[in-house]
């Protein structure tokens, strides 16, 4: 008759925080006619680390009209042993429907796999990105504010973000004139109507 048996583990060190290797875990197991074994797990990483994201463009509050391109750029990397797994770009407006939503939304990967974009490799974990709306498909379909956020990920799921807004002003400008430069004059070189003044057009005002 085979008795019970019981398994221990030897505790992790803490170093895993700081994403280094961690000793070996040893998975013990011993039966009550105390026969043992041993068994030595491989080396793994906690990463704990999240990655670094810097969006070049566009700049907090960019001014746009009404369907204006508009081209977002960024850098993404990854220290401690951690590897970059993505970047999603996303553009959001409050009158925005779920198409809209999937339309404005791109997601940067490196091998450009199930129809994503294509980190461009600078060097180790460290990673570009850049994505242009056109003018035939801007994001621009309404009036106000914008919000733009940037997110990249590592392997382990770490997370980090920037957000940015950007305003889109449909409105034309107003144009008066206050003064209109007309008059007549008659034979005698008099002005009989009007006021004569120093500009061909007047003084004008524009809102």
């Known amino acids: ?15 895993c925080l700081a994403n280094l290797p961690v000793p070996e875990p040893i998975s013990a197991i011993t039966d009550e006619a105390e ?3 041993e068994y030595d797990s491989p080396y793994f990483y906690v990463d704990q680390h999240k990655p670094t994201l810097d969006v070049t463009k566009p700049s ?27 970047v ?22 490196k091998d450009g796999s199930n129809g994503t974009e294509i980190l461009s490799k600078v060097s180790g974990e460290n990673y570009s990105f850049e994505y242009t709306w056109n003018e035939v ?12 956020t940037v997110l990249t990920y590592d392997i382990a799921g770490n997370e980090s ?7 889109c002003d449909n409105e034309a400008p107003s144009i008066s004139f206050t003064r209109p430069y007309s008059y007549s004059v008659d034979s005698y070189g008099n002005v009989t109507v009007g006021t004569v003044v120093n ?6 005002s524009i809102k």
Do not use: W
Request: without cysteine.
């Open 88 to 109: 999603v770009v996303k553009i959001t407006h409050p009158n925005y429907n779920a198409s809209q939503l999937e339309q404005f939304t791109k997601t940067f990967t």
């Open 199 to 204: 500009s061909p057009i007047g003084d004008t």
């Open 1 to 15: 008759m085979f008795g019970s048996t019981q398994i221990t583990l030897q505790p992790l060190s803490r170093s």
């Open 137 to 148: 498909n801007s994001p621009f379909k309404y009036f106000n504010e914008y919000e733009i």
């Open 60 to 86: 907090d509050g960019t001014l746009k009209k009404q369907n204006d391109s508009l081209t977002v750029t960024g850098t993404t990397s990854d220290s401690l042993g951690g590897q970059i797994d993505r």
């Open 35 to 37: 026969n043992s074994a």
């Open 161 to 167: 973000s920037v957000k940015r807004k950007v305003y």
